[in-house]
T-cell receptor, first 114, second 110 residues
């Protein structure tokens, strides 16, 4: 039981390049999330998917797109990377999107944009 | 604006020296408070959920408590393996948004 997995672990991009971060969960959870973590700031929600087939913006969605490919997989795409998107990205999942559903996190992707 | 503040930012303790970490939040209505542990280079690992004032949860050397305006994570007789950053997150009643604090970096010195 791997939980939440993310690929790649590390990535370096040049400004303007695009890439997709992949996330998969094997806990049969309905809801999935993408966060970014920057020094001195709490985790901030980029996008989430309450259930298969739905996606919604979080606190900091600009510059990102997402796809809920199926119940297991939720990808995050940067169409034209900018240095401000240098961060550590975490995917999380929860059984539901209810207020008291616990979110379980993946190991993260460390992204540097030059 | 709803805020979550954790203190101290960093804490160094000798092995066996008990202490507490604080998570305070603006009193606009809490649905739940979550504690996570995060090791360097890894994702947050879930520890506890607290729902109402007066509630307590325990796991090994950790005990989390909740009042109407703050939560404490008490660490009793810590060991070096307890070194990590501890995050708290609050789910608000009004919009059910989950807001994370910036964490307390705990170092236990052997």
């Amino acid at each position: 039981n791997a939980g939440v997995t993310q690929t790649p672990k590390f990535q370096v991009l040049k400004t303007g390049q695009s890439m997709t971060l992949q996330c998969a969960q094997d806990m049969n959870h309905n809801s999935m999330y993408w966060y970014r973590q920057d020094p001195g700031m709490g985790l901030r929600l980029i996008y989430y998917s309450a259930s298969e087939g739905t996606t919604d913006k979080g606190e900091v969605p600009n510059g990102y797109n997402v796809s809920r490919l199926n119940k297991r997989e939720f990808s995050l795409r940067l169409e034209s990377a900018a240095p401000s998107q240098t961060s550590v990205y975490f995917c999380a999942s929860s059984e539901g999107a209810g207020a008291l559903d616990t979110q379980y996190f993946g190991p993260g992707t460390r992204l540097t944009v030059l | 604006e709803d805020q979550v503040t954790q203190s101290p930012e960093a804490l160094r303790l000798q092995e066996g020296e008990s202490s507490s970490l604080n998570c305070s939040y603006t009193v606009s209505g809490l649905r739940g408070l979550f504690w996570y542990r995060q090791d360097p280079g890894k994702g947050p690992e879930f520890l506890f959920t607290l729902y109402s004032a007066g509630e307590e949860k325990e796991k090994e050397r950790l005990k989390a408590t909740l009042t109407k305006k703050e939560s404490f994570l008490h660490i009793t007789a810590p060991k070096p393996e307890d070194s990590a950053t501890y995050l708290c997150a609050v789910r608000w009643i009004v919009n059910e948004k989950l807001t994370f604090g910036t964490g307390t970096r705990l170092t236990i010195i052997p």
